[in-house]
T-cell receptor, first 115, second 113 residues
Framework: SQTIHQWPATLVQPVGSPLSLECTVE??????LYWYRQAAGRGLQLLFY??????ISSEVPQNLSASRPQDRQFILSSKKLLLSDSGFYLCAWSTGTSGSTGELFFGEGSRLTVL | AQKVTQAQTEISVVEKEDVTLDCVYE???????LFWYKQPPSGELVFLIRRNSFDEQNEISGRYSWNFQKSTSSFNFTITASQVVDSAVYFC??????????FGKGTRLSVIA
């Protein structure tokens, strides 16, 4: 069966520090991978998605970047965090085959607090 | 462009009451998929249901039921005889197939014992 894990679960970082959140998927090949952010009291905002290694689409210009160095690994990074980067970050995957319904399977989430 | 609107930001009900969460969507595609996800306090999103645009049959799963009406572009979710464990944020979402899901802003449901 497929599983998805992301870490760390909780992170407290000072403004201006770097960030790296990791996400890995097991039990499937060529998944589409996604990073969503949920700010306090708000909905889910799509940040990045990837349909293959090295292929990253950015939905919102911001202080963050994403990379996909391996088929089932997705990394969210920042060189210098801002206060506004605080939030709950969710990694997700969907099947990459044609005819996909787009159904997403989510990781446990990473709560980032920037002070 | 795709859009999902959940007009109810927060709802509070007393245990055993029925509650309906509204979802209205916009899309230009004739083929699309609608979803409901539950986000309990732990934060992880839990899949509840998927519906494709060609299947307007309502669905019931235990105390949960979904009413899909293309005429009004709505996909509403009803919880019958609500329980405290139903307290969560519920998200409605739309996909046009191989496109990323677009989520509504969510409805926070509080069920009071």
């Amino acid at each position: 069966s497929q599983t998805i894990h992301q870490w760390p679960a909780t992170l407290v970082q000072p403004v201006g520090s770097p960030l790296s959140l990791e996400c890995t998927v097991e039990g499937t090949s060529n998944p589409n991978l996604y990073w969503y952010r949920q700010a306090a009291g708000r909905g889910l905002q799509l940040l990045f998605y990837s349909v293959g290694i090295g292929q990253i689409s950015s939905e919102v210009p911001q202080n963050l970047s994403a990379s996909r160095p391996q088929d089932r690994q997705f990394i969210l990074s920042s060189k210098k965090l801002l206060l506004s980067d605080s939030g709950f970050y969710l990694c997700a995957w969907s099947t990459g085959t044609s005819g996909s319904t787009g159904e997403l399977f989510f990781g446990e989430g990473s709560r980032l607090t920037v002070l | 462009a795709q859009k999902v609107t959940q007009a109810q930001t927060e709802i509070s009900v007393v245990e055993k009451e029925d509650v309906t969460l509204d979802c209205v969507y916009e899309t230009r595609d004739t083929t699309y998929y609608l979803f409901w996800y539950k986000q309990p306090p732990s934060g992880e999103l839990v899949f509840l249901i998927r519906r494709n645009s060609f299947d307007e049959q309502n669905e019931i799963s235990g105390r949960y039921s979904w009413n899909f009406q293309k005429s009004t572009s709505s996909f509403n979710f009803t919880i019958t005889a609500s329980q405290v464990v139903d307290s969560a944020v519920y998200f409605c979402a739309l996909s046009e197939g191989n496109t990323p899901l677009v989520f509504g802003k969510g409805t926070r449901l509080s069920v009071i014992a």
